[in-house]
């Protein structure tokens, strides 16, 4: 396969991530890059790479044929239109847009002009998320209770513009909107019953620097995404629990521990001491009656998103982060910032 000529718009952080693969990436050659502060574009020139004069020049670029679109969240539309528009393939950043009417704007321009178009779910390659997937659809754990999905941080929001509404700021689009996909992901894109929602507002007013969601799924599976920017202990990554056994992963980085039972019934548990009293109930298993393993961090390569998405331009391979997919994640977001500002749960069928 040829390579093909990427731009990306944006040079910060994440603009900054997807030159740095680009450079490294054996189905893209990086063009170029464009920022609107000036003082960016220097720092790519800086960095061996062309900065673009502005987005008219990028788009009139006839030998770039991918745009990635890495800047504030309520600029994407805007950008994704008019690349589509002028031919390019298009990866946007999550969240892709502030709102199902955006989204479906930028869908129907894709549509229109047959320029391919997604969104950047990165997380899909992360490994925790790829260990816990592959464990519940081996269904080792039985029927899922329920699943929990946690990012736990002290520092409260980063940067700027994050922190403000008119920017599409706050921790649902920030983080949530990850931890919603992996758990579409996760459960095979179940169809999702209802969403409850409450939020945090412990070092800003104006955005959630924190989300607690509870997803109730049509096949049962009850799913937490919880987003903390004010957690100076955090909880475990993911917990699964079947009624078969649990999984447990502490940080992203480390073996996730599996225990499944052998059988349930035991000999009559001995009463053990806990703090100042005795309890049966919640003594320990027998060992005879369960197994533990470890599961270690497995290969993940994060240029499969760009390879993919190649290959979909080719008309290879269908892409893999879907419109139908990027509705779904973005109408769940619209349903918990509804469900916060009501207090109530809200119904759904998504």
């Given at each position: 396969?040829n ?7 944006g ?14 990436s ?8 464009y920022?609107?502060?000036p ?23 006839g ?12 600029t994407?539309?805007d ?16 969240p ?7 989204l ?11 320029s391919l ?19 519940y659809?081996k ?8 699943i ?49 929602c409450?939020?945090d ?14 997803m ?10 919880e ?10 990554r993911f ?12 940080n ?6 599996v ?21 049966k109930?919640?003594?320990p ?5 369960t ?15 760009y ?5 979909a331009?080719?008309?290879e391979?269908?892409?893999?982060v ?26 759904t069928?998504i």
């Amino acid at each position: 396969m040829n390579k093909k000529k990427l731009a990306v718009i944006g040079y910060g952080g994440m603009g900054g991530f997807h030159c740095r693969h680009a450079l490294e990436s054996d189905v893209v050659e990086l063009a170029g890059v464009y920022d609107i502060d000036p003082a960016r574009n220097e720092k790519a020139r800086t960095d061996g790479i062309r900065p673009y004069g502005s987005l008219e020049e990028v788009l009139n670029d006839g030998a770039v044929e991918i745009v990635t679109v890495a800047t504030p969240n309520d600029t994407h539309m805007d950008i994704v239109v008019r690349a589509l528009m002028a031919g390019k393939a298009v990866i946007c950043e999550k969240p892709v847009a502030l709102s199902s009417r955006q989204l479906d704007e930028m869908i129907r321009v894709s549509n229109e002009t047959g320029s391919l178009f997604t969104v950047h779910q990165n997380r899909r390659w992360d490994t925790d998320k790829m260990r816990v997937q592959a464990l519940y659809e081996k269904g080792e754990l039985g029927r899922i209770i329920d699943i929990e999905s946690r990012v736990h941080g002290s520092r409260g929001i980063p940067g700027d513009w994050r922190k403000k509404p008119e920017h599409g700021g706050g921790m649902i689009l920030d983080w949530g909107v990850h931890l919603i996909d992996q758990a579409f992901c996760i459960v095979g894109w179940q169809r999702l019953a209802s969403v409850y929602c409450r939020n945090d507002y412990v070092t800003t007013n104006e955005v959630e620097d924190g989300c607690h969601i509870v997803m109730e799924f049509e096949n049962g599976v009850f799913y937490t995404v919880e987003v903390g920017t004010c957690n100076y202990v955090s909880l475990p990554r993911f917990y699964m629990r079947g009624e078969n056994g649990s999984a447990v992963i502490v940080n992203w980085n480390e073996p996730m521990k599996v225990v499944v039972k052998r059988q349930f019934s035991e000999k009559d548990a001995t009463p053990v001491r806990a703090e100042s009293g005795l309890t049966k109930t919640m003594a320990p298993r027998d060992e005879d009656t369960t197994y533990s393993y470890e599961v270690p961090m497995p290969p993940s390569d994060v240029h499969d998103f760009y390879r993919n998405f190649c290959r979909a331009i080719d008309g290879e391979e269908e892409q893999i982060v879907t419109h139908g997919q990027m509705r779904r994640v973005m109408r769940t977001m619209e349903a918990a910032f509804e469900s916060a500002r009501l207090g109530q749960v809200i119904k759904t069928s998504i």
